[in-house]
Structures are given as C-alpha cells and as structure tokens.
C-alpha cells in the first residue's frame, strides 16, 4: 500500500518559518516528480511547488518563489518543503503529491498519490 505522510505544519508567527516532509512507504519514488499543493476552505487545491524526479529541476507559484524551496532525498524517499517568511495568507493545508505524469507537474490531476495533509497557520 503506497503512503503519503506529511509531517512539520504547524502554527508559527508571520515572517517565521516552517519545513514540511512528506515520507513516502509502499513504493519509490526515486523516479517520480514530487510536488506541494496547498488548501483553504471553499477554495480549490492550489499549486506551490515541484520538482523533478532527480530534484534538478523545480517550480515554484509567483506567491511563494523566492520564499519556500522544494527538495527531495531519493534515498530516504522523502520530500520536503522550506518555507521561510511565511505570510498569514500562507495559512493552509498543505499535500504532498507524487508520481507526477508531468517531469515538474504544476497541476493535481497530473498527480497519482495524495498524502493526507498537514495544517499550516500563520498568525499575524
């Protein structure tokens, strides 16, 4: 059975930061493209980042480039996401993704396996 765990959200005050990981069980990833896709109520999965399966290769939406940078360990199959000065409208549910159709998949449907998410708040 291939997992999805997110880890590391939690409530941080504006301008701090945050690093999220995703472990993955049940499969490797090692040859997938990863990505963060992010939640607010009444609202539709939004992108936030991506990166290739050798982790050469990222993209970032404009409202986090520059703040939060993707990576992943493909030995550890895990993939993590740094988010520094973080904003209120950061605040959030935040998913991992993998196993993009894409190399660096800036859309959901393009993702096979979901993880269940982790909360994000920013207080400012």
């Known amino acids: 059975q291939v997992q999805l765990v997110e880890s590391g959200g939690g409530l941080v005050q504006a301008g701090g930061s945050l690093r999220l990981s995703c472990a993955a069980s049940?499969?490797?990833?090692?040859?997938?493209?990863m990505g963060w896709f992010r939640q607010t109520p009444g609202k539709e999965r939004e992108f936030v980042a991506a990166i290739d399966w050798s982790g050469d290769s990222t993209d970032y939406a404009d409202a986090v480039k520059g703040r939060f940078t993707i990576s992943k360990d493909n030995a550890k199959n895990t993939l993590y996401l740094q988010m520094n000065n973080l904003k209120p409208e950061d605040t959030a549910v935040y998913y991992c993704a993998g196993r993009s159709v894409a190399p660096v998949g800036r859309r959901a449907y393009e993702y096979a396996y979901w993880g269940q998410g982790t909360q994000v708040t920013v207080s400012s």
């Open positions: 049940g499969r490797t990833f090692s040859r997938d493209g």
